[in-house]
């Protein structure tokens, strides 16, 4: 039964191409859009909800009062003393560690291999305890050791693969311009995704800067995170942030001086802070995105059931002849409806499939227009 009301269907579209090329084409055009739209909406909105614990993973930020008419400053990092003061200070923060940008505000570096020198334009400083907070996708090496020593160094794969000619590049030397010593990588890792806020391709061991350099309560281009305990309150550690300077700067600091508790999700689409590893996005955009596409799929719609209209009813006479025949024939009311619905689901399975196909075709360019890898 389901077999010959497909093949009527099938008939009667073919017997009627131009009504059904514009039906399917209409549909299958604003199916497309929609969803290339709701496929930059989803990136956008996955930024940092990959990690493991990315609910109980926030970012401390420095936050400098305006003083005196001169305006406040709000950084994306803080100053390096904070990270190792935090565990011991707020009962709340689990662990903490330091990803520093201070060698320019994406970080960079020249990286001498062997006879030759090139620019690392995504070079950073961590702590080692980086990785207990970020749970990256680990190729070689140990997470535990790897910058544990001052000359350890992590690269993403396609670093290594770059730097190194090799994706291997366990136990490979290199040194870096400024820098006294070599440098060795005990550990590789996956490339970052697109739909993170950090942005680093090769990474050395924070204990290689000066001891001093890390006490200090500036310069703010420490990328500073927290691994906050279950159930912990962001409000309640920030509102404690001015007293912490207080008791571990100096007395009278907390009149200027305190830190934002940021969670990392939220990072991307609402942060106004300088020093940002990448530039972030726009909440204001995604939900004029997202507007969009909800009017695109209406109109779309709309548009696609008046030209079926006024179609249907074009051909309203021909195909009373044929329910004529059909009930002459035998046919019942319930089996004429049946053939009429499967003539419009095959059209929009039609102009799903067609549809899809324009997706395809269409990424590559969207996602280059809108710099972000949505595929």
């Not at 830190?259 to 802070?273: E, Q």
Request: proline share 4%; with cysteine.
């Amino acid at each position: 039964m389901l077999r010959s009301y497909f093949l009527a269907a099938a008939r009667q579209l073919i017997g009627q191409k131009l009504f059904t090329a514009i039906n399917v084409a209409g549909l299958a055009l604003g199916v497309a859009c929609a969803t290339l739209i709701a496929l930059f909406v989803r990136h956008e909105l996955s930024y940092d909800k990959h990690y493991a614990a990315s609910d109980r993973i926030v970012r401390i930020s420095d936050d400098i009062a305006s003083v005196n008419g001169n305006p406040g400053l709000h950084f994306a990092g803080a100053a390096p003393a904070i990270g190792p003061l935090l565990k011991d200070y707020f009962p709340e923060v689990q662990q903490s560690a330091r990803l520093s940008t201070c060698l320019g505000q994406r970080g960079g570096g020249v990286v001498m291999v062997g006879g030759e020198s090139f620019a690392e334009p995504n070079l950073a400083l961590a702590d080692n305890e980086l990785f207990d907070i970020f749970d990256f996708r680990w190729l070689e090496g140990d997470p535990k050791t790897a910058l544990a020593d001052p000359r350890g160094a992590v690269v993403t794969e396609s670093a290594g693969r770059r730097d190194f000619g090799t994706a291997n590049a366990l136990g490979r030397t290199f040194a870096l311009q400024g820098l006294n010593g070599s440098f060795v990588v005990r550990g590789v890792i996956r490339d970052l995704p697109d739909d993170t806020h950090l942005r680093f391709a090769l990474l050395i061991s924070l204990l290689s800067v000066p001891a001093q350099a890390l006490e200090g309560w500036g310069p703010d281009c420490y990328q500073t995170y927290a691994l906050l305990a279950h159930g912990a309150d962001t409000a309640a550690v920030q509102s404690r942030s001015a007293q912490f300077f207080e008791d571990r700067f100096r007395q009278g600091s907390s009149r200027f001086r305190s830190f934002s508790v940021v969670p990392i999700t939220k990072i991307h689409l609402h942060s106004t802070r300088e020093g940002e590893m990448r530039t972030p996005g726009s909440a204001a955009t995604v939900y004029t995105f997202v507007a969009i596409a909800l009017f695109v799929a209406l109109i779309i719609l709309l548009i696609a059931c008046i030209n079926f209209a006024n179609l249907a009813t074009a051909r309203a006479l021909e195909r009373a002849k044929e329910v004529g025949v059909r009930k002459v024939a035998g046919g019942t009311r319930r089996q004429l409806v049946s053939q009429f619905l499967g003539e419009s689901l095959l059209v929009t399975v039609i102009a799903v499939a067609l549809a899809m196909a324009l997706v395809v075709a269409a990424l590559p360019p969207f996602a280059s227009f809108v710099d972000a890898d949505i595929g």
